[in-house]
């Protein structure tokens, strides 16, 4: 059994951080999924790939993996880049970019 050690990227639809500062463990597949024939649906016979466990932080997590013997993969978040502008950087007279309607 494995799974992997993650900490979720913000929605799209959302332009807060809410729900990404916890991990998650998720299970992986060990077998492939199948095209169910009547429907065309993929489906799995796993039904621990629909667990999906949180934590605060990733030392328990991976506590948690090891005490339970999942061999766990840790997929480690990449730093967000923010610039911070204000609305009146638009209409500076030395601005760089080109001004366009």
Request: hydrophobic letters at 30%; zero cysteines.
């Amino acid at each position: 059994m494995s799974a992997r050690i993650y900490q979720p990227a913000k929605t799209a639809m959302s332009s807060g951080a809410a729900k990404t500062k916890r991990w998650v463990l998720e299970f992986s597949a060990e077998k492939p999924r199948r095209k169910d024939p009547l429907t065309g649906w993929t489906s799995i016979d796993e039904t621990q790939t629909q667990v999906r466990l949180t934590f605060d932080t990733l030392e328990e997590a991976q506590n948690y993996a090891t005490a339970k013997g999942i061999a766990a993969r840790v997929d480690q978040a990449r730093q967000k880049k923010r610039t911070y502008k204000s609305y009146s950087d638009n209409f500076k007279h030395d601005r760089v970019g080109p001004w366009s309607h």
